[in-house]
T-cell receptor, first 119, second 107 residues
Framework: DGGITQSPKYLFRKEGQNVTLSCEQN?????MYWYRQDPGQGLRLIYY???????QKGDIAEGYSVSREKKESFPLTVTSAQKNPTAFYLC??????????????????FGNGTRLTVT | KQEVTQIPAALSVPEGENLVLNCSFT??????LQWFRQDPGKGLTSLLL?????REQTSGRLNASLDKSSGRSTLYIAASQPGDSATYLC??????FGAGTRLTVKP
């Protein structure tokens, strides 16, 4: 059954600790994305990757880091430098990377999210 | 910088009514616009994707239109049902999302 798995569903951390959120996909999609959603707001792009071993910053990359060593995996680390880390984090994939003509008809597919609470 | 706005923030309608959700964007240089549905505490489900060269897309009771010159897209839902209750978000170029419209369909 193809899909995107985000784990864990809920995550609690103390302030000052780094934490890594997992995103795994078996859709064989090239592009992967991380978004953050705060209550009553739309999604904001943190990082995205169009191909293995390459990734670009989104609008709010400060305090976050990513890696893309495998096509299937795109983990997100929330570092202690992120001032307001408590949020709902969503991972998405698309068949082709954004900005390419071949991606114009490639919809985003989302995981079920990880809710991170930092106290 | 592209800004995406959705108005209204919330909408409540009786079952069976036809309705329109609005999405506005500031930069007409887009390559696609997508509409999504989000249920509480869940991820987003893609409903319709309109490429820049297209004017509309249809799926079942849903119809989405795109007018790049005016910076607007609409999502039309026909014969609404209680199961349509959710938050609907639009996104431009996979990267800019509106805050969503929370729809409630009352039985």
């Amino acid at each position: 059954d193809g899909g995107i798995t985000q784990s864990p569903k809920y995550l609690f951390r103390k302030e000052g600790q780094n934490v890594t959120l997992s995103c795994e996909q078996n859709l064989n999609h090239d592009a992967m994305y991380w978004y953050r959603q705060d209550p009553g707001q739309g999604l904001r792009l943190i990082y995205y990757s169009q191909i293995v071993n390459d990734f670009q910053k989104g609008d709010i990359a400060e305090g976050y880091s990513v890696s893309r060593e495998k096509k299937e995996s795109f983990p997100l680390t929330v570092t202690s430098a992120q001032k307001n880390p408590t949020a709902f984090y969503l991972c998405a994939t698309s068949q082709r990377g954004g900005g390419l003509k071949s991606s114009y008809n490639s919809p985003l597919h989302f995981g079920n999210g990880t809710r991170l609470t930092v106290t | 910088k592209q800004e995406v706005t959705q108005i209204p923030a919330a909408l409540s309608v009786p079952e069976g009514e036809n309705l329109v959700l609005n999405c506005s964007f500031t930069d007409s240089a887009i390559y696609n616009l997508q509409w999504f549905r989000q249920d509480p505490g869940k991820g987003l489900t893609s409903l319709l994707l309109i490429q820049s060269s297209q004017r509309e897309q249809t799926s079942g009771r849903l119809n989405a239109s795109l007018d790049k010159s005016s910076g607007r897209s609409t999502l039309y839902i026909a014969a609404s049902q209680p199961g349509d209750s959710a938050t609907y978000l639009c996104a431009v170029n996979d990267m800019r999302f509106g805050a969503g419209t929370r729809l409630t369909v009352k039985p």
